[in-house]
């Protein structure tokens, strides 16, 4: 059973390009967080989401920041005209409904020149 | 709001113990505890909800009390396995399932 797939793991983008990070949840888990986190410090909540639904995107800047959980395919985290400010390593998790713990995916480090 | 962890680092020997506290201002549903090793991700160790139950297996365990709002890991007889940052997060008292991450506390294990 694959855990939480997430993708690239590495991704470098030069200012005012778009980054584009991909997260494949737990079989069977239909929820979707996604956080950041800069080097020495907390995860920061960014948004949670389930199929086609995005329940909470209280922790995303207003502008540049989209996420998306399709009906099919992975869920999507885009940066448009991404800055320096936006280094960062990129994690996602899942979880099934009900109570139980996350499972994170090894995180994408987005560095931007 | 984010939660608080005490201590925000701590440095023992192998096999002495520790305590880790995390403490929160609103009213809660539940309290997970991950560990995340340098450069990798979180791992899940255990979750603890609300009614004040104890959890825990081998040397590692956790309580929950949801009238301080406050849960703390106790981790027994320390291996150099342990070493990492860990991380509460708390889930409000309606259960949302969006968890905030407290503030960390490294631990470092010594031989």
């Known amino acids: 059973n694959a855990g939480v797939m997430q993708n690239p793991r590495h991704l470098v983008r030069r200012r005012g390009q778009e980054a584009r990070l991909r997260c494949s949840p737990m079989k069977g888990h239909s929820h979707v967080y996604w956080y950041r986190q800069l080097p020495e410090e907390g995860l920061k909540f960014m948004v949670y989401l389930q199929k086609e639904n995005i329940i909470d995107e209280s922790g995303m800047p207003k502008e540049r920041f989209s996420a998306e959980f399709p009906k099919e395919g992975p869920s999507i985290l885009r940066i448009q005209q991404v800055v320096r400010g936006d280094s960062a390593a990129y994690f996602c998790?899942?979880?099934?409904?009900?109570?139980?713990?996350?499972?994170f995916g090894s995180g994408t480090r987005l560095t931007v020149v | 709001q984010q939660p608080v962890q005490s201590p925000q680092a701590v440095i023992l020997r192998e096999g002495e113990d520790a305590v880790i506290n995390c403490s929160s201002s609103?009213?809660?549903?539940?309290v997970h505890w991950y560990r995340q090793k340098h450069g990798e991700a979180p791992v899940f160790l255990m979750i603890?909800?609300?009614?004040?139950e104890q959890k825990g297996h081998e040397k590692i365990s956790a309580s929950f009390n949801e009238k301080k709002q406050q849960s703390s890991l106790y981790l027994t007889a320390s291996q150099l396995s342990y070493s990492g940052t860990y991380f509460c997060g708390t889930e409000p008292d309606f259960g949302n399932e969006k968890l905030t991450f407290g503030t960390g506390t490294r631990l470092t294990i010594i031989p």
């Open positions: 998790a899942s979880s099934p409904p009900q109570a139980y713990g996350y499972t």
């Open positions: 603890l909800l609300k009614g004040g």
């Open positions: 609103k009213a809660l549903y539940s």
